[in-house]
C-alpha cells in the first residue's frame, strides 16, 4: 500500500452496534442518529482511535438536546459510492449485502425513531482513480473526468435514503483537504499542494452539487469557516513556520504532516474531526 493510499480495514458491521446509553427507563425515548459513508464517517485515525470521530462527537454534543440519542455507525474506510450501493469490491460486511442496504433496514425498521442521518462518501472515488501513490499529484482533468459517475451514484444514495427515511433530516458533506500538507514537503510541495487543491475543489463542488440537488443539507467542510481549503492567503504560525491558512489547518487538523511513523496520513485528528463535527451541527435542524 503507498504512503497515500487511504486506510482499509475488513470488518462485520451491522444494525446492532450502536453507541450510546439508554438504560430501561429510557427505551421508550430512544431515537437514533445514523451515519453512512466511508472512513471519516467510521472515524479512522491511524493511531488506532476509531471512537473519536465527527459522528461520535456529534452524537455526544447533540445528546443534550435529543435525550435518549444513540448512534448507528455504519462507515467503512475504503468505502466508494458504488461499493457503498452494491457493497462489491467493499471493504467490509454487512448482513443486508452493502452498507446502503443495511441502512434502508435500519431506518425502515426504526421509522418514527430516527433523529438524523449524515453521509459522507465520494473522496475514495476520486482517489482510488486519480491519485498518482508515487508523487503524490491529483490531476483536475482527472477529477473533471471521474466525478460525473460519482455523483449518480451519490444521487441514488441520497434517493433511497429519502425513501427509506421521510421527512427526517439528512445531511452530507464536502471534505477537508489532506494534501495541502505537501506544502511543507520541499522546494516542489507549494506546487504540489496547489495541484491537488484545484482536484479537490471540483471533486467538492460535484459533490456539494449533488447533496443540494438531492434535497439534502450541506456541511460544507470545506468552507472558510472550518478548514478554509481554498485560502492560500494570509499566514498562521506553526511549529512548520508561517504557512497559508488552508495549508496550517491541513497540517494542525490532519495527521498528514504530523511525521513518522503516522504521517503522512491523509485522515483528521481528534480535533480535526471535531471541525467536522461543527460543520454538521450548524446545519442539522436539531
Request: aromatic residues 8%; proline residues 8%.
Amino acid at each position: 500500500m503507498s504512503r497515500f493510499a487511504t486506510a482499509v480495514v475488513t470488518t462485520v458491521l451491522c444494525t446492532a452496534a450502536v453507541a450510546g446509553t439508554a438504560g430501561p427507563a429510557a427505551a421508550e425515548s430512544t431515537t437514533y442518529y445514523v451515519s453512512l459513508g466511508d472512513s471519516a464517517a467510521a472515524g479512522f485515525q491511524p493511531n488506532g482511535h476509531m471512537d473519536r470521530g465527527y459522528a461520535d462527537q456529534l452524537a455526544h454534543r447533540l445528546r443534550s438536546r435529543i435525550p435518549g440519542l444513540r448512534l448507528v455507525k455504519l462507515g467503512c474506510p475504503g468505502e466508494t459510492a458504488d461499493s457503498l450501493i452494491t457493497g462489491f469490491h467493499s471493504p467490509c460486511s454487512y448482513p443486508s449485502g452493502s452498507q446502503l442496504a443495511e441502512a434502508i433496514d435500519f431506518l425502515q425498521e426504526h421509522a418514527g425513531d430516527i433523529s438524523f442521518i449524515t453521509i459522507n462518501v465520494g473522496s475514495n472515488d476520486l482517489l482510488n482513480v486519480c491519485l498518482d501513490e508515487e508523487t503524490g499529484r491529483i490531476p483536475a482533468a482527472c477529477a473533471q473526468r471521474t466525478m460525473p459517475p460519482v455523483q449518480a451514484d451519490l444521487a441514488k444514495i441520497i434517493d433511497a435514503v429519502h425513501s427509506a427515511a421521510p421527512g427526517v433530516p439528512i445531511a452530507g458533506m464536502s471534505y477537508w483537504d489532506p494534501f495541502l500538507g505537501f506544502w511543507i514537503q520541499g522546494p516542489d510541495g507549494p506546487a504540489l499542494a496547489r495541484g491537488d487543491s484545484r482536484a479537490m475543489r471540483i471533486m467538492n463542488a460535484a459533490l456539494v452539487d449533488t447533496y443540494e440537488a438531492g434535497g439534502t443539507l450541506v456541511a460544507d467542510v470545506a468552507a472558510p469557516e472550518y478548514f478554509d481549503t481554498a485560502n492560500f492567503t494570509g499566514s498562521i504560525e506553526s511549529r512548520w513556520g508561517p504557512l497559508p491558512i488552508n495549508v496550517a489547518n491541513a497540517c494542525r487538523w490532519t495527521w498528514f504532516c504530523k511525521g513518522p511513523p503516522l504521517a503522512p496520513d491523509p485522515h483528521p485528528t481528534t480535533v480535526g474531526y471535531g471541525i467536522i463535527a461543527d460543520a454538521f451541527e450548524a446545519v442539522l435542524p436539531v
